[in-house]
């Protein structure tokens, strides 16, 4: 999926007022996430918990199948998406990759030597 508020070059992404009202549901689902009673909910039966949320069927997928990139270009908060990597045991590092078509260790190495040097 596309996002037309995506900016150029393809890799840089801005999370603007669109955007927030797009993701308004779902990023709150995800800062739900930060309380011990809800990620007890969420991983009972994920597809309630995003009906109960009232995330459109976009997003439900994305979530249920943890589409990182669909999630933001569906209006998601890279800050609230986390909290969703977190429960799934995955690092900030992992999203990068996962963002810049490499592997985690590979981003962790790319940030180790300074940075990306490919854009």
């Known amino acids: 999926m596309t996002d037309p508020n995506r900016l150029q070059p393809p890799w840089t992404y801005v999370f603007d007022g669109p955007a927030s009202r797009r ?3 779902m990023n709150r689902l995800f ?13 009972g039966d994920e597809a309630a918990y995003c009906a109960r949320f ?12 943890r589409d990182w990139q669909a999630m933001l270009d569906l ?13 799934d045991g995955r690092s900030m590092q ?5 963002f810049t078509g490499t592997s985690e260790t590979e981003f962790k190495a790319a940030m180790a030597a300074g940075g990306r040097t490919d854009v």
């Open 31 to 43: 800062m739900s996430l930060r309380e011990v009673t809800a990620r007890e909910e969420f991983t």
């Open 75 to 87: 209006g998601g908060s890279i800050f609230y998406v986390y909290k969703l990597a977190l429960l």
């Open 94 to 98: 992992y999203l990068g990759g996962v």
């Open 23 to 25: 993701g308004h549901q």
């Open 54 to 65: 009232g995330l459109s069927a976009d997003q439900t997928r994305a979530v249920l199948g």
